[in-house]
């Protein structure tokens, strides 16, 4: 992205924001002056959901946008869940009335080819990159 690009009034949704390439997005989209939805459920490259203590992945990319001065929220509800959905994109609108931009992000790491994979595990790759992204 060129340093010229200004997203000043922009309302984004970033979903698997709290680390990789989603936590890019979402600094980069702050800093060139987006307000953002940090979206990400903590869980971890497995698809596993540890009991979190303390700050989210997503309150910790919120925290980091505010200190560089940006406007952000954090939000840990599941795109595999429609109304978690509805409910980031409710909560946006209650904080700043728009919604201009969405990064569809989230996503899984199940690091077997198709043929050892369990039918449990490609149903929840199939519910976070496909599914979520209908969400």
């Known amino acids: 992205m060129s340093a010229d690009i200004r997203f000043d009034g922009r309302v984004a949704i970033v979903t698997g924001a709290g680390g990789g390439l989603g936590r890019s997005h979402a600094l980069q989209l702050a800093a060139r002056g987006a307000k953002v939805l940090v979206n990400d459920l903590g869980a971890a490259r497995d698809g ?17 946008i505010r200190a560089a001065g940006g406007e952000a929220l954090a939000n840990t509800g599941s795109v595999t869940d429609p109304l978690a959905v509805q409910a980031m994109v409710d909560q946006a609108m209650a904080a700043w009335g728009r919604v201009d931009i969405l ?23 199939v519910d976070v990159h496909l599914m979520g992204a209908v969400y």
Do not use: C, Q, W, Y
């Open 48 to 64: 596993s959901v540890p009991g979190v203590v303390g700050e989210s992945a997503a309150d910790k990319v919120v925290a980091e």
């Open 103 to 125: 990064v569809n992000n989230a996503g899984i790491l199940r690091d077997k080819s198709f043929s050892k994979m369990t039918l449990d595990d490609f149903r929840l790759l």
